[in-house]
Nanobody, 124 residues
Framework: EVQLVESGGGLVQPGGSLRLSCAAS????????MSWVRQVPGKGPEWVSS????????DYADSVKGRFTISRDNAKNTLYLQMNSLKPDDTALYYC?????????????????WGQGTQVTVSS
């Protein structure tokens, strides 16, 4: 069974930083692209970032480019999202998802390979 468990969310002031982690199990982590997606209540999910299976290629939404960094440790089956210079608009539930951008966007209805999410709140 595929399991993705996010952690690291919390309350942070504007300009602050957080590091999200996603522990993966139930599949061979190292052969899959991985992504982060976020969602604000009442709005559709927003793709944030993706990383290729070997970590050599990353991609970011324009809204987070230059502030967020996605990375992975295939030996630990863990995905990360370092978030710096956080803004109130970054407040959302952040999900870890198996697959690249196209796969994750196509799976927004079933969310079959998504975690349960970790809440990030940016507020003073």
């Amino acid at each position: 069974e595929v399991q993705l468990v996010e952690s690291g969310g919390g309350l942070v002031q504007p300009g602050g930083s957080l590091r999200l982690s996603c522990a993966a199990s139930g599949f061979i982590f190292g052969i899959y692209d991985m992504s982060w997606v976020r969602q604000v209540p009442g709005k559709g999910p927003e793709w944030v970032s993706s990383i290729k299976k070997f970590g050599s290629t990353t991609d970011y939404a324009d809204s987070v480019k230059g502030r967020f960094t996605i990375s992975r440790d295939n030996a630990k089956n863990t995905l990360y999202l370092q978030m710096n210079s956080l803004k109130p608009d970054d407040t959302a539930l952040y999900y870890c998802a198996r697959g690249g951008r196209a796969e994750v966007v196509a799976d927004t209805r079933t969310r079959r390979y998504w975690g349960q999410g970790t809440q990030v709140t940016v507020s003073s």
